[in-house]
Structure formats: structure tokens, C-alpha cells
């Protein structure tokens, strides 16, 4: 059962262009909905997170798009450069304090390509 | 200085051999994890261990033996391996006090059984 979808599989942006990836989460009891970078050989690195009280946060480029009703969240690269052309993850774990009996639950990855 | 580290990175072993992985972290985090990265680059939880103690154990075959002999250090032993353990796994770690359980990974140990 996949608890995080992730849309869509792959995403080709022109540079310049505003890079939109979509996740959809079922439980309500998440809390935490982070995204994380990852480029080819190397491990994924968290790029932003979000907490469901807010709708929005932005970090330059980067944006995260939370909508708490309709359990979905989004991230949104603006400007979209070369150097962003990796996997995305969209990620969610539950428990305020995250700590060691939580869990971070990844979304498929997206593969994005930036073409010059 | 790397803040994960794993060796070794690369690992091609035949089926039945037994085979370990090992992680430090200098980042001063109490808890550590194993994550298993599929070929398709699913990304999953195997296990967690929060001051050297057992605390996630995502339903992996026993084969799998996790051990962690301090706070800095979790290595991952597997028994018996199959194709099916093909994959990059990634050691992680976060403080656990901290909200939002920021995982830092390493950059993976890609093993391939043939």
C-alpha cells in the first residue's frame, strides 16, 4: 500500500521554466512533509519541509504548496536550472517531535531534467 | 568531512555469501537508520536504532542484522543473500529531539548479488 503518490514519474522543464511535482498522502495522522534532492550516486539530501499548519513555505527557488483538506502537497521550482536536473522525493512522517519511533514514508521520486 | 559515511561503496557478491555494511555518522546524532533503495529508486525504512537501541524494524527477513555498538555507528549484516537484495542501501541519521526528524543520508553502498 503505497501511503505517499507521487506525480509525475519524470518531468522535462526547459531552463527557466517552473518545475510543478505533486504528492497525495492518505493518513491524517502525518505531520512532517518534507521533500529531498537526490542526484545520481549520492544519497537524497533534504531540500525543504513543510508542517501542516501553514499552506505555504518558500526557500528562494523552492516552494511547497500544502493543501491539508484535499491531503495533497506540491513543490514548485521557479527558474528551473540545469544544475536542479536530479530525483525528487516527496516524503511524510507523523509525531511532532520526529525522533526515532517515526518514520519518513518517501513518495516514488520524480526525475526531473532541465534541458539548457 | 563526510557527515554519513558507508563502506564499502560498491559490493558484487554471489547468492549464499554473507556480507556486511558499515556506517559511521561524526554529526553527534542519537539515532540512526538503513534504508533500502529498490531499482526503480524506491526508497524504504528497514530499520532505526535510537541510541544503540532497536526501535524500527520494517518487517526485513531476519537474514538482515542490523548493529549498532555505539551512537556513531550502525553496520548492517546480511545472511544468505539473495538477487532479490540487489540494491543501494543507505545509511542515515537524525537527532532525534530535534522536530522534524531531518534525516541526513550517506551516499549509499550499491550491492549486487549475481
Known amino acids: 500500500q503505497q501511503q505517499v503518490k507521487q506525480s509525475p514519474q519524470s518531468l522535462i522543464v526547459q531552463k527557466g521554466g517552473i518545475s510543478i511535482i505533486n504528492c497525495a498522502y492518505e493518513?491524517?495522522?502525518?505531520?512532517?512533509f518534507p521533500w529531498y534532492q537526490q542526484f545520481p550516486g549520492k544519497g537524497p539530501a533534504l531540500l525543504i519541509a513543510?508542517?501542516?499548519?501553514?499552506s505555504e513555505k518558500k526557500e528562494g527557488r523552492f516552494t511547497i504548496s500544502f493543501n491539508k483538506s484535499a491531503k495533497q502537497f506540491s513543490l514548485h521550482i521557479m527558474d528551473s536550472q540545469p544544475g536542479d536536473s536530479a530525483t525528487y522525493f516527496c516524503?511524510?512522517?507523523?509525531?511532532?517531535?520526529?525522533?526515532?519511533?517515526?518514520?519518513?514514508?518517501f513518495g516514488t521520486g520524480t526525475l526531473l531534467a532541465v534541458q539548457p | 568531512d563526510t557527515a554519513v559515511s558507508q563502506t564499502p561503496k560498491y559490493l558484487v557478491t554471489q547468492m549464499g555469501n554473507d556480507k556486511s555494511i558499515k556506517c559511521e555518522q561524526n554529526?553527534?546524532?542519537?539515532?540512526m537508520y538503513w534504508y533500502k533503495q529498490d531499482s526503480k529508486k524506491f526508497l524504504k525504512i528497514m530499520f532505526s536504532?535510537?541510541?544503540?537501541?532497536?526501535?524500527i524494524n520494517e518487517t526485513v527477513p531476519n537474514r538482515f542484522s542490523p548493529k549498532s555498538p555505539d551512537k556513531a555507528h550502525l553496520n548492517l549484516h546480511i545472511n544468505s543473500l539473495e538477487l532479490g537484495d540487489s540494491a543501494v542501501y543507505f545509511c542515515?541519521?537524525?537527532?532525534?529531539?530535534?522536530?522534524?526528524?531531518?534525516?541526513?543520508f550517506g551516499e549509499g553502498s550499491w550491492l549486487t548479488v549475481v
Open positions: 542515515a541519521s537524525s537527532q532525534g529531539e530535534v522536530w522534524g526528524n531531518t534525516i541526513y
Open positions: 493518513n491524517t495522522a502525518f505531520d512532517y
Open positions: 513543510i508542517r501542516p499548519d501553514v
Open positions: 516524503a511524510a512522517s507523523k509525531g511532532r517531535y520526529g525522533g526515532a519511533t517515526n518514520k519518513l514514508i
Open positions: 554529526l553527534g546524532h542519537d539515532t
Open positions: 536504532y535510537n541510541n544503540k537501541e532497536l526501535i
